[in-house]
Nanobody
Framework: VQLVESGGGSVQAGGSLRLSCAAF????????MGWFRQAPGKRREGVAA???????KYADSVKGRFTISRDNAKNTLYLQMNSLKPDDTAMYYC???????????????WGQGTQVTVSS
């Protein structure tokens, strides 16, 4: 199983970014997929998650601003991030598991991360 994130970068507050996570090596459509982030000196936190039937969950801090989606035909997970704030600055990771772990940790598979930096 391999997860490869892309789409990170630097943006000003109020801007948008879309992260992508390409998945290889497993039955992607049936897995729970999540986005996590970790800022320097802070604990890793769950941002958004989606399961095979399309149900989603979001952290309160990103509700209304971030949207998680998946394209099963392309084996790709997305995170559309709008109205970005400096507090959103972090390394963002995608994760996958056959168990619906939602925003909890403990996913079996993780990507290498992509950096998002939001300046004020």
């Amino acid at each position: 199983v391999q997860l490869v994130e892309s789409g990170g970068g630097s943006v000003q507050a109020g801007g948008s970014l879309r992260l992508s996570c390409a998945a290889f090596g497993y039955t992607y459509s049936s897995y729970c997929m999540g986005w996590f982030r970790q800022a320097p000196g802070k604990r890793r936190e769950g941002v958004a998650a989606i399961v095979g039937d399309g149900n989603t969950k979001y952290a309160d801090s990103v509700k209304g601003r971030f949207t998680i989606s998946r394209d099963n035909a392309k084996n790709t997970l997305y995170l559309q991030m709008n109205s970005l704030k400096p507090d959103d600055t972090a390394m963002y990771y995608c994760a996958a598991d056959s168990v619906p772990r939602w925003l909890l940790g403990g996913y079996n598979y993780w990507g290498q991360g992509t950096q998002v930096t939001v300046s004020s």
